[in-house]
Protein backbone atom coordinates (compact mmCIF):
# COMPACT_ATOMS: atom_id res chain seq x y z
CA UNK A 1 0.00 0.00 0.00
CA UNK A 2 2.44 2.14 0.90
CA UNK A 3 4.20 1.73 -2.82
CA UNK A 4 1.14 2.23 -4.38
CA UNK A 5 1.04 5.56 -2.16
CA UNK A 6 5.06 6.42 -3.42
CA UNK A 7 4.46 6.05 -6.84
CA UNK A 8 1.62 8.48 -7.34
CA UNK A 9 3.08 10.87 -5.35
CA UNK A 10 6.04 10.66 -7.51
CA UNK A 11 4.22 10.52 -11.01
CA UNK A 12 2.06 13.82 -9.44
CA UNK A 13 5.06 15.69 -8.84
CA UNK A 14 6.65 14.44 -11.95
CA UNK A 15 3.74 16.37 -14.46
CA UNK A 16 4.24 19.45 -12.24
CA UNK A 17 7.99 19.80 -12.95
CA UNK A 18 6.95 20.15 -16.69
CA UNK A 19 9.34 22.47 -19.11
CA UNK A 20 6.02 23.84 -21.00
CA UNK A 21 6.21 27.07 -18.85
CA UNK A 22 8.54 29.54 -21.35
CA UNK A 23 5.80 31.77 -21.68
CA UNK A 24 6.20 32.57 -18.36
CA UNK A 25 9.79 32.81 -18.04
CA UNK A 26 9.62 35.25 -20.92
CA UNK A 27 7.58 37.23 -18.84
CA UNK A 28 9.57 37.59 -15.94
CA UNK A 29 12.34 37.81 -17.89
CA UNK A 30 11.11 41.04 -19.41
CA UNK A 31 9.56 42.67 -16.36
CA UNK A 32 12.69 42.13 -13.98
CA UNK A 33 14.58 43.22 -16.97
CA UNK A 34 15.00 47.39 -16.00
CA UNK A 35 14.77 46.24 -12.21
CA UNK A 36 17.97 46.76 -10.46
CA UNK A 37 18.37 45.94 -6.27
CA UNK A 38 19.28 49.20 -4.80
CA UNK A 39 20.17 49.33 -1.53
CA UNK A 40 21.90 52.22 0.28
CA UNK A 41 24.53 51.71 2.14
CA UNK A 42 24.70 52.00 6.40
CA UNK A 43 26.21 54.93 7.50
CA UNK A 44 29.17 55.07 8.89
CA UNK A 45 29.20 53.85 12.61
CA UNK A 46 31.52 56.12 15.14
CA UNK A 47 33.32 55.50 17.87
CA UNK A 48 31.92 55.83 20.85
CA UNK A 49 33.81 58.69 22.94
CA UNK A 50 32.56 58.61 26.95
CA UNK A 51 31.58 62.18 28.63
CA UNK A 52 33.23 62.37 31.98
CA UNK A 53 30.73 63.49 34.20
CA UNK A 54 31.92 65.99 36.91
CA UNK A 55 29.80 65.76 40.03
CA UNK A 56 31.79 69.06 42.10
CA UNK A 57 29.93 72.49 42.33
CA UNK A 58 26.37 70.72 40.54
CA UNK A 59 23.77 71.33 43.02
CA UNK A 60 21.93 68.05 44.30
CA UNK A 61 18.58 67.76 42.11
CA UNK A 62 16.82 66.35 45.15
CA UNK A 63 17.68 68.85 47.73
CA UNK A 64 14.56 71.53 48.70
CA UNK A 65 17.72 74.60 47.75
CA UNK A 66 17.18 73.49 43.92
CA UNK A 67 13.38 74.61 43.72
CA UNK A 68 13.72 76.90 46.51
CA UNK A 69 14.82 80.38 45.99
CA UNK A 70 18.68 81.14 47.75
CA UNK A 71 17.90 81.52 51.66
CA UNK A 72 19.43 84.51 53.55
CA UNK A 73 19.96 81.00 56.13
CA UNK A 74 21.32 78.91 53.67
CA UNK A 75 24.63 78.72 55.69
CA UNK A 76 22.45 76.83 58.85
CA UNK A 77 20.88 74.52 56.19
CA UNK A 78 21.33 70.55 57.09
CA UNK A 79 21.70 72.09 60.89
CA UNK A 80 18.00 72.51 61.90
CA UNK A 81 17.97 76.10 59.80
CA UNK A 82 17.38 78.91 61.57
CA UNK A 83 14.23 78.39 62.71
CA UNK A 84 15.51 75.92 65.50
CA UNK A 85 12.74 75.39 67.71
CA UNK A 86 13.59 75.22 71.56
CA UNK A 87 12.31 71.62 73.05
CA UNK A 88 13.68 72.16 76.17
CA UNK A 89 11.57 75.29 76.64
CA UNK A 90 8.91 73.49 75.55
CA UNK A 91 8.59 70.57 78.30
CA UNK A 92 9.30 73.28 80.78
CA UNK A 93 6.06 75.61 79.40
CA UNK A 94 3.90 72.03 79.60
CA UNK A 95 1.30 74.22 78.13
CA UNK A 96 -2.24 72.45 77.52
CA UNK A 97 -2.60 73.94 73.89
CA UNK A 98 0.53 72.54 73.06
CA UNK A 99 -0.59 69.29 73.49
CA UNK A 100 -3.33 69.25 70.90
CA UNK A 101 -3.43 70.20 66.72
CA UNK A 102 -4.71 73.37 66.05
CA UNK A 103 -7.40 71.77 63.99
CA UNK A 104 -8.73 70.71 67.37
CA UNK A 105 -8.83 74.16 68.77
CA UNK A 106 -11.43 76.44 68.74
CA UNK A 107 -11.75 80.09 69.34
CA UNK A 108 -14.83 80.39 70.76
CA UNK A 109 -14.47 83.84 72.04
CA UNK A 110 -12.78 87.65 72.41
CA UNK A 111 -11.69 89.33 75.82
CA UNK A 112 -9.79 93.06 76.46
CA UNK A 113 -8.11 92.88 79.62
CA UNK A 114 -6.48 96.14 80.46
CA UNK A 115 -6.44 96.73 76.93
CA UNK A 116 -4.69 93.24 76.09
CA UNK A 117 -6.57 91.30 73.71
CA UNK A 118 -7.02 87.80 74.73
CA UNK A 119 -8.43 85.00 73.00
CA UNK A 120 -10.87 82.41 74.72
CA UNK A 121 -9.90 78.73 73.54
CA UNK A 122 -11.30 75.62 73.82
CA UNK A 123 -10.08 72.53 73.44
CA UNK A 124 -12.86 69.38 74.19
CA UNK A 125 -14.11 70.31 77.31
CA UNK A 126 -11.41 72.72 78.57
CA UNK A 127 -11.21 76.71 78.04
CA UNK A 128 -8.47 78.85 78.43
CA UNK A 129 -7.39 82.40 77.69
CA UNK A 130 -3.98 83.22 75.58
CA UNK A 131 -2.65 86.36 74.78
CA UNK A 132 -0.15 87.13 72.20
CA UNK A 133 3.15 85.27 73.04
CA UNK A 134 1.69 82.20 74.01
CA UNK A 135 2.04 78.59 72.43
CA UNK A 136 -0.20 76.66 71.65
CA UNK A 137 -0.48 73.64 68.66
CA UNK A 138 2.14 70.93 67.81
CA UNK A 139 4.08 72.66 65.66
CA UNK A 140 6.19 75.37 68.09
CA UNK A 141 2.79 77.34 67.54
CA UNK A 142 3.38 81.29 69.01
CA UNK A 143 0.51 83.80 68.69
CA UNK A 144 1.53 87.03 67.27
CA UNK A 145 -2.11 88.51 67.08
CA UNK A 146 -5.27 88.57 68.66
CA UNK A 147 -8.44 90.22 66.92
CA UNK A 148 -11.85 90.19 67.99
CA UNK A 149 -12.42 87.46 65.10
CA UNK A 150 -9.45 85.64 64.56
CA UNK A 151 -6.23 84.56 66.61
CA UNK A 152 -2.70 84.44 64.20
CA UNK A 153 -0.16 82.08 64.38
CA UNK A 154 3.55 81.56 63.74
CA UNK A 155 4.35 77.76 63.66
CA UNK A 156 7.70 75.94 62.88
CA UNK A 157 8.00 72.51 60.65
CA UNK A 158 10.43 70.48 59.67
CA UNK A 159 10.78 69.45 56.05
CA UNK A 160 12.08 66.56 54.51
CA UNK A 161 15.99 67.32 54.92
CA UNK A 162 15.53 68.23 58.61
CA UNK A 163 15.31 72.64 58.54
CA UNK A 164 12.72 74.36 59.82
CA UNK A 165 10.57 76.99 58.58
CA UNK A 166 7.65 79.28 59.14
CA UNK A 167 4.93 78.97 58.66
CA UNK A 168 1.33 81.22 59.88
CA UNK A 169 -1.89 79.84 60.87
CA UNK A 170 -4.82 81.58 61.80
CA UNK A 171 -7.42 80.11 64.05
CA UNK A 172 -11.27 82.38 63.23
CA UNK A 173 -13.65 82.53 65.71
CA UNK A 174 -16.39 80.16 65.78
CA UNK A 175 -20.32 81.38 65.58
CA UNK A 176 -22.11 79.13 68.14
CA UNK A 177 -25.17 80.76 66.44
CA UNK A 178 -27.99 77.67 64.93
CA UNK A 179 -26.22 74.80 67.62
CA UNK A 180 -27.85 73.03 69.68
CA UNK A 181 -26.90 70.86 72.59
Known sequence: MKRILLVALCGVLAGCGDGDHEDLKQWMAENSRDMRGNVPKLPEVKPYEP????????????????????????QLA??????????????????LLEKYPIESLKMIGYLNVNKRPMAVIQVDDKVKQVK??????????????????????????????????????????????????
Open 78 to 95: GKGGAFQPDFEAREIRNS
Open 51 to 74: VPYEVDGIVDPYKSSKIEPDSKYK
Open 132 to 181: VGDYMGLDFGMVTQVSDNELQLRELIQDSAGDWTERKSSLYLQSTEGSKK
